[in-house]
């Protein structure tokens, strides 16, 4: 163990260190203690992790890990570990692994004997949820939502029913293609907040009626720039929903069979009452 002033940095252990995702003053004194006294930082990007250190006048040399390399480069860093270095992993902003790299080298460590010790800190996921005014008692982080419009459509087909709140990362250059894709699958009614630019000088969280959030965010192109938190409030299931997977199934079912045989296998295949899968069928299929 080495011990500073203010610091003690175990040997051989992999640091997790989160780093502020837009305000520099996030930064915690136990992560801005960590990289001073770790003996190596592996960085997303070394040249932006470089101009976080040199503002808070930390020299500790950096090492490229990012998702290119991490696989190949996870066996050298162990190795430098169990030999006793001290290694602090961070990602560009918030907290490492959280859909940024880092997953590979902690699952190895773990596999491999390797102490690491996870630090608290900014996180872009629980900054926007805690601000979002949506239940927060359960939630689900989905992640960057796949960059084509079908893919789009099948993750939120495949949620539509979750009732706890849902929550994706989206690029300023994809944010309106990807509420238009949710529109078409979740309607206009479904309460969706967008955070962009958290903790920045122009952070916005606002919230809506899905169709209603897309109107105001075409009415200032400003509204559409930053990195974008997206989150949706989870299905409210009435009485009498269906879910939609049997419905879908009816849908397909249906090409082949009569209604009241597509009805009663849907049925079986999502264990809920035939009858009423039978009437939404008379009702919405033509």
Known sequence: MRETNSCMVDVATLYIVPTPI????????????????????AAEDTRHTSRLLSHFSISTRTFALHDHNEQQKADYLIEKLQAGTSIALVSDAGTPLISDPGYHLVNRCRQAGVKVVPLP?????????????????RFSFEGFLPPKSKGRRDTFQSLADDERTLIFYESPHRITDSLA??????????????????????ETIHGAPLGELIDWLSEDSNRVRGEMVV?????????????????????????????????????????????ALYKWGLENLD
Do not use: F, W
Not at 125 to 136: C, D, E, F, K, Y
Not at 244 to 271: C, D, F, M, N, Q
């Open 22 to 41: 837009g305000n520099l003053a996030d930064i915690t004194h136990r992560a801005l203690d960590v990289l001073a006294n770790v003996d190596l930082i």
């Open 181 to 202: 894709d949710m529109l078409a699958v979740l309607g206009p009614e479904r309460q969706v907040v967008l955070a962009r630019e958290l903790t920045k000088t122009y």
């Open 121 to 137: 800190g900014p996180c872009a996921v629980i900054t926007a949820l805690s601000g979002a005014g949506l239940p927060s008692d």
């Open 231 to 275: 989150l949706v409030a989870g299905h409210r299931k009435a009485k009498d929903d269906l879910p939609s997977e049997a419905l879908r199934t009816v849908g397909l079912l249906v090409k082949e069979l009569p209604l009241k045989k597509a009805a009663a296998l849907a049925a079986e295949i999502h264990g809920v009452k035939k009858n």
